[in-house]
């Protein structure tokens, strides 16, 4: 495969390259030829030197259509010294279309807009529900240790008093019988104060297992 034919795939038939004088040389060859056609000789003399003495007048760039019509023209005016396409764009630049901008269909912005909106929405919630459920086991335990300390509270105040009346209860038959007797007698004191004591304590208890239990 020519390096010719290799250069044709690659390039794109949008594509120009830089006017050069070796170009214009081959152009000014082409025309000089009687056989060409009208609308061939018309292409070319758009970039041949022969149409304008002044240099700026002439285009700076050619297509890269126009310069594959020349490398045929020239191969079939003298087929047996052919020119390769290479040895036509020595010192040439190519230039590049530039891409255009494409813009977006307003309804399929403002879907993937909503879709952006609703995905960090979703990324939000799952990074903040960890916390939102410490944060609620944090406040119930505080709930379920204060509960636990009011009951506490409530019974440790029920067993105070519990203890409480039963020592008075003691007290009370303990100190009975010797203000009733004018005397003391220890044994009669210790009885009375058991005896009145036990009946208390055996009251209190009942009431304290029966509603504070």
């Known amino acids: 495969m020519t390096s010719a034919a290799i250069f044709n795939m690659s ?3 949008t594509e120009k390259v830089t006017l050069t004088q070796k170009i214009i040389l081959y152009i000014d060859t082409v025309l000089s030829s009687e056989d060409i ?3 061939l000789r018309a292409l070319l003399n758009q970039y041949g030197s022969v149409t304008s003495n002044n240099e700026h007048s002439k285009p700076k760039i050619i297509p890269f259509t126009v310069v594959k019509t020349l490398h045929q023209a020239l191969n079939c005016k003298d ?10 764009l ?8 530039e891409n255009g901008t494409t813009t977006r269909n307003p309804e399929l ?42 009951v506490m509270n409530a019974q440790m105040i029920s067993v105070f008093n519990f203890v409480v009346t039963v020592l008075a209860a003691f007290a009370f038959g303990y100190k009975g019988v010797s203000l009733a ?17 036990t009946l208390v304590f055996f009251a209190d208890l009942y009431f304290l297992v029966k509603y504070d239990v």
């Open 11 to 13: 390039a794109p038939m």
């Open 37 to 39: 056609d009208n609308d």
């Open 79 to 88: 087929p047996n010294n052919k020119v390769y396409l290479h040895e036509l």
């Open 90 to 97: 020595e010192n040439s630049t190519i230039h590049f279309p």
């Open 109 to 150: 912005e403002a879907r993937i807009q909503r879709l952006e909106g609703e995905q960090a929405n979703r990324d939000y919630q799952k990074m903040t529900r960890n916390v939102n459920l410490q944060a609620f086991s944090k406040r119930d335990q505080e709930e379920t240790i204060g509960a636990t300390m009011r």
């Open 181 to 197: 007797l004018g005397e003391t007698n220890i044994a009669l004191q210790m009885l009375s104060g058991l005896v009145l004591g």
